[in-house]
């Protein structure tokens, strides 16, 4: 185990929690759409063996308030502003990034926008629904699910969302690494929170969110297309697909499904370590 140790970070319009784990290279985990640092805890516990593992809160989520009003057309560039200057405040020198879902769009946008930040990027099943070729229908569909969260509350909403995701199976980790129940009660009720605020402010506008391919191309020798290895028929895994085909990119397969670094934290750790060693190991001969 490696207990973290935490921080906060005060930026323009808001305060960002993180904590830190291990020694080695820098490795910044983005959270998903639940905005929270907890569930990659033993999966960065796992990676503390080898790297300086950075988790952190996103902006208005959990530990990290926003000061005064949110501008949704504006928070993907926030986001990306906080992860590079979380990397700055602590990371020396270009960070391993690993982000899925929301925060693979994040990781992407950090990509296009600080690419000095950025030693390689391991883009996690992000729901781009923008890239694909029936994407007015998925666009449409997070609209409804806005209309749906608006009318019938955040529980309705989430039951359509999952319902379409294929997301309808437990997203526990493993008994030995469960939270004791002060702390999973407090994680729950944070997440809570947090899902009126993802609805709000983000189930439209992070979906829509047009990458830059032909800049992501120039740069495809520091960016990993990650998917589940299970769940191939459902929407999470299909944006990578069209990322992958357009950017000259196999994709690299995960254990587990959308949340395998929840499932499978062990198994999860132990693939995106040996994805970032070889990818040290190809930057070392041609450093050579």
């Known amino acids: 185990m490696h207990p973290p140790v935490s921080g906060r970070l005060a930026l323009p319009g808001a305060k960002l929690y993180y904590e830190v784990r291990g020694a080695g290279p820098a490795l910044l985990i983005i959270p998903s759409g639940n905005g929270d640092a907890t569930p990659f805890g033993p999966m960065a516990d796992a990676l503390a063996e080898r790297y300086t593992v950075i988790t952190y809160d996103r902006r208005g989520f959990s530990r990290s308030p926003v000061n005064g009003p949110v501008d949704d057309d504006l928070r993907i560039e926030l986001d990306a502003y906080d ?104 994680m729950l009720a944070r997440i809570r929170r947090n899902h009126v605020f993802w609805f709000e402010h983000e189930i439209r506008t992070y979906p829509a969110y047009l990458p830059d391919i032909p800049l992501l191309r120039t740069m495809s020798d520091r960016l990993v297309l990650g998917n589940g290895s299970i769940g191939h028929e459902h929407f999470p895994y299909r944006p990578n697909t069209v990322l992958s085909e357009r950017i000259g990119l196999e994709i690299v397969h995960f254990p587990g499904g959308h949340v395998g670094y929840v499932t499978h934290p062990f198994e999860f750790a132990a693939e995106l370590e040996g994805v970032l060693a070889t990818r040290e190991d190809r930057a070392s001969v041609t450093d050579g």
């Open 83 to 186: 992860a590079h200057r979380l990397l700055g405040h602590l990371a020396e020198t270009p960070a391993h990034v690993f982000g899925s879902s929301s925060g693979a769009i994040v990781a992407l946008a950090l990509l296009e926008r600080y690419p000095e930040r950025v030693r390689t990027l391991v883009c996690h099943e992000p729901p781009l629904a923008s890239v694909l070729p029936d994407s007015g229908r998925w666009l449409a569909f997070y609209a409804d699910l806005y209309e749906t969260y608006r009318g019938s509350g955040v529980e309705a909403a989430r039951a359509v969302f999952l319902e379409a995701m294929g997301m309808n199976a437990p997203t526990r980790p493993p008994k030995e690494v469960e939270l004791p129940p002060d702390q999973l009660a407090a």
